[in-house]
């Protein structure tokens, strides 16, 4: 139980990579967080599987790239833990892919301001209690778009580069109080976001996959749940990337 007695929140907590990071950081010991934006089905189960893995959970509803909506959230996932909040998980995110030529300004926003914007506003305003408490572990799920880019995907592309250069300024920024901000860049994993992709797509990725398997959300899970734990105390800054071996510079 590496992690009994802390407080976790998690965006984006009801479904695909959220919700699994959510049942690992419960059974390490976490009580958890689980913050949605707008499916109430999906986040209940969530709970229901937290709380089956031996977690205490709450749910927290809110649209993390709206100022105000981000700062409630902390604060109501910080009432939840006592006062403290130990573990942030900016996971929220959608995608709104199209080719750069067709690619509207409204989609481009979209993707941008949950990805980016609600990262940035959810760890600031989360950054305060864990100064006061001198300890905390951010961690950002990114992409392996962010690193090598992945035609189609600009809008989502930047938004995930942005996370890891933001998760590179939090880390040295915070270092002086304790507090780690590291991220995670997922290869491909499927989850809601990717079911829509045509099936020849599917087919020449895992060919690109060295050990000759898609990834799983507990494999991303396992990755999130080692850098929230104390034993990635000395690593901060990085991006671990999950990927099966498809980015190997």
């Known amino acids: 139980m590496k992690l009994e007695g802390r407080t976790a929140l998690i965006t984006g907590g009801g479904r695909g990579i959220g919700r699994a990071t959510a049942i690992r950081l419960a059974r390490e010991g976490a009580n958890v967080a689980i913050n949605f934006k ?17 977690g205490k959970a709450t ?40 080719l750069l030529l067709r690619m509207s300004a409204e989609e481009w926003d979209a993707v941008l301001d949950l990805n980016l914007r609600g990262t940035f506003l959810v760890t600031k305003a989360a950054m305060r209690p864990m100064m006061k408490q001198r300890a905390g572990r951010i961690v ?39 507090i780690t901000a590291n991220a ?10 990717t079911d829509p992709l045509p099936q020849q797509v599917k087919d020449d990725l895992l060919k690109q996959i060295p050990l000759g398997r898609f990834g799983t959300v507990e494999d991303v899970a396992n990755a999130i749940a080692f850098l929230a734990s104390d034993e990635s105390s000395y690593i901060t800054g990085q991006v671990l990337i999950v990927d099966g071996g498809m980015v190997t510079a």
């Open 38 to 54: 707008g499916n109430e089905a999906a986040a209940e189960e969530a709970k229901r599987l937290v709380e089956g893995a031996g």
């Open 140 to 178: 950002n799920v990114a992409s392996i778009a962010g690193v090598v880019g992945n035609a189609g995907q600009a809008n989502y592309a930047a938004a995930k580069a942005g996370i890891i250069g933001f998760t590179k300024t939090v880390a040295r920024e915070m270092a002086s109080r304790n």
């Open 59 to 98: 749910l927290l509803q809110g649209d993390v790239s709206v100022d105000g909506q981000a700062e409630e959230v902390v604060k109501a996932a910080l009432s939840f833990g006592g006062g403290r909040l130990d573990i942030l998980v900016n996971n929220a995110g959608i995608t709104r892919d199209n």
């Open 184 to 193: 995670v860049a997922p290869g491909f994993v499927p989850t809601d976001l």
